[in-house]
Nanobody, 129 residues
Framework: QVQLVESGGGLVQAGASLRLSCAAS????????MGWFRQAPGKEREFVAA????????AYADSVKGRFTISRDNALNTLYLQMNSLKPEDTAVYYC??????????????????????WGQGTQVTVSS
């Protein structure tokens, strides 16, 4: 089994930064991807960023490219999402996810939530204007 626990959410003003963490335990992820998704009230869950646990290749949604950075600490089994220049439209519950079968390769990256098998409980990020 895999357990994912997010932390680091909060209430900030527009332009501020936050760093989300996702502590993973259980199965090791080998060459598969981990990702961040978010879901705002009344909207579908959307892809934010993904990373190959081995190799570190990354991919981002256009809406966050240049502002957010996904990274990991192999020794701590922890995934991060550094969020800079936050905007009110970034307000959402942010979820960490792990895939046992999909990974970033070339121009392909796993953006569909159905490709991820394990999910955290989510952490709320609220950005005020």
């Amino acid at each position: 089994q895999v357990q994912l626990v997010e932390s680091g959410g909060g209430l900030v003003q527009a332009g501020a930064s936050l760093r989300l963490s996702c502590a993973a335990s259980g199965r090791t992820f080998s060459r598969f991807a981990m990702g961040w998704f978010r879901q705002a009230p009344g909207k579908e869950r959307e892809f934010v960023a993904a990373l190959n646990w081995i190799g570190g290749s990354t991919a981002y949604a256009d809406s966050v490219k240049g502002r957010f950075t996904i990274s990991r600490d192999n020794a701590l089994n922890t995934l991060y999402l550094q969020m800079n220049s936050l905007k009110p439209e970034d307000t959402a519950v942010y979820y960490c996810a792990a895939s046992t079968r999909a990974y970033i390769s070339g121009n392909y990256y796993p953006a569909g939530s159905h490709l991820y098998d394990y999910w955290g409980q989510g952490t709320q990020v609220t950005v005020s204007s």
